[in-house]
């Protein structure tokens, strides 16, 4: 997307296939399978640019590369559990590979992504780093649990909605984009705004992601619409909608278990002002995210991390 | 099992239980119930034993606890994953995470646990143990993996199978036995002599287990005879014995379908050499783990660790 870091993004590919490794065909296989599966890249882009934002003459190091890689890594791993988790059998138009291989290659897999990312990680030789990076991995595990336990429950509030994105989502964006400071020698100051840019950034992502699970459809998604409704994930858009339509709480209660259920929920929603006000709550993120990153010196790196934050609500709008 | 550290390990239980936390139910119910499941408390066990043999005035550091602690948290981590991964129903004679809970919980509780670990092991402050225990999940991944495209393979060597029990179990117990003398600033040499030691205990240990698998009763392992051969796992015992009865050729190549076949290849091994062949090679194992510490200086903890290693064989005997 961004030319500065085009070729820096093309170097990651070739190492993340050397990081997973030809040690052994079936890991590799799963591993590549989701790494070539068109994944726009955004969250290597976004650390790389912070890096260069951050580092002196806008130089990116090998550290910043590795950490862009690892921080590829983990978010692999996680997709490869999430879809074991989720039972999701389409993700980015293709099959996943617990569908395609099986339950027991995607935990696996996941696993081994896990343990390659401490090593690299450990091998970044930078104790803070690693620190800030291991509690991303905790913050998921609580995320997709906390997610588990509210399963069809229409009491939940917004504010558990985001503090569930925020550990889903935004911890990991939050956390590198931290490290890639911390690897630059940022000031602590400087540290800390990247992280907030990190963490509204990842948090409209997620909020976006949600609505475009009840709007979209699976060409621009690759993955049928209404996946998060069915496995009684529910999100920003109809959890706002659940106010104005009493209907919508009698199909969650009855966990969308009629046919037609489904499609029927999506269109309730699209009559109320819930993906409007899901927009909203997207847009203010991304809005503070911009906010963290105004006073950084402007250079292109800075530019581009803004005009990120814009693309991320453009994909809806 | 040994006084000296008796103290020590219920204070590792107190501890076990506060790292998982009462931060999430269901996490933690998943944990303590592997935690509370009649655990020998081996590995840490050993891990006190060589803190102590190595660490001035046979002091045990917060560190050396911590690191027992860690070694535990990852060994029960894998045990969820492998239940997942296994199809495995009963362990230590009550139901399984996946069982009792569900596959998703299990993996779930296992990414948490794996997570807590590699906190908690960032917070060592010792950027080398976190490198060598890093590369043991990685090595359980390959581990498991390397496994998973040998099911039913009747050509594997007892080299192959050998390595495979090594990232399946003795790489946590060596690199923990050696991490343990890192956090005791022991020299190069000890490192490796308690690294030596842990390798093949672990590998013995493995045999062990593997062999009981064939000859034990439910009541003893805490889960039904034959598990292994079920999921096409072929371990020693029977890798020797196929040398002696073509029948079990056509068992393993029919992948035990028919109504009997398991109990019927376990009475076959049992009436071949396998088993005794399996328990020698064990046997050289165990005497392989004493000679790494015949040498060092001769306090009960080292004492401790070669009655440790004769224990391991008197589970069979």
Redesign the interface.
Known sequence: MFAQIQQDLQILDVNLKQMVGP??P??SAAAEHLFHSGGKRIRPSIILLVAKATNNQAKLTNEHRRLAEITEIIHTASLL?DD??DDCNTRRGSGTVNSKFN???A??????L???S??Y???L?N?EV??II??V??D???G???Q??TYFDTSISIDNYVNKSFHKTASLLAASCKASAILSNASQKTQNKFYNYGKHLGLAFQIIDDILDITGDYKNMGKPAGLDLKNGNLTAPLLFALNECPTLHKLVEREFEESGDIQYAIELIKNTNGIQQAKDLAQEHVQASIQNIKYQKNNQSVNDLKLLSHYIINRIT
């Open positions: 040690r052994h079936i890991l559990h074991v988790i339950n027991k290659i935990v696996l897999a996941g696993d081994f896990f343990a390659q401490s090593w990680l450990a091998n030789n104790l690693v620190k291991s509690k991995i905790t998921f595990a609580e997709e649990v906390a588990s336990v």
